[in-house]
């Protein structure tokens, strides 16, 4: 059974940066793949990035493209999202999720959505003011 615990939410300042983790256990790091979702207060949980594990492959939304960078480490059993030109609209719960194993390969991680994901942590806090 995979497991996923995030951490690192906390309150910046507009402009500012943080570094979200997931510890991951059960993960099949030759085979799966990572997302980050957030939801924020009355909005549907919306994919913000994902990492195919088995090559490296990155996917990311349009409205965190070239300022978030999603990142694992194996050895750590660990993925990480780097945020960095934080804005008021990034301010959401973050949630980990993750698909092990993937059957299939780095183009199914690519389209994958969240319903696709059958294992979610329990969420982190970002609170971005202006």
């Known amino acids: 059974r995979v497991q996923l615990v995030e951490s690192g939410g906390d309150s910046v300042q507009a402009g500012g940066s943080l570094r979200l983790s997931c510890a991951t256990s059960?993960?099949?790091?030759?085979?799966?793949?990572l997302g980050w979702f957030r939801q924020a207060v009355g909005k549907e949980r919306e994919g913000v990035a994902r990492i195919y594990s088995g090559g490296g492959s990155t996917y990311y939304a349009d409205s965190v493209k070239g300022r978030f960078t999603i990142s694992q480490d194996n050895a750590e059993n660990t993925v990480y999202l780097q945020m960095n030109s934080l804005k008021p609209e990034d301010t959401a719960m973050y949630y980990c999720?993750?698909?092990?194993?993937?059957?299939?390969?780095?183009?199914?991680?690519?389209?994958?959505?969240?319903?696709?994901?059958?294992?979610w942590g329990q969420g982190t806090q970002v609170t971005v003011s202006s």
């Open positions: 059960g993960y099949t790091y030759s085979s799966g793949c």
């Open positions: 999720a993750a698909i092990s194993p993937l059957y299939g390969d780095r183009s199914y991680c690519e389209r994958a959505r969240k319903d696709n994901f059958p294992y």
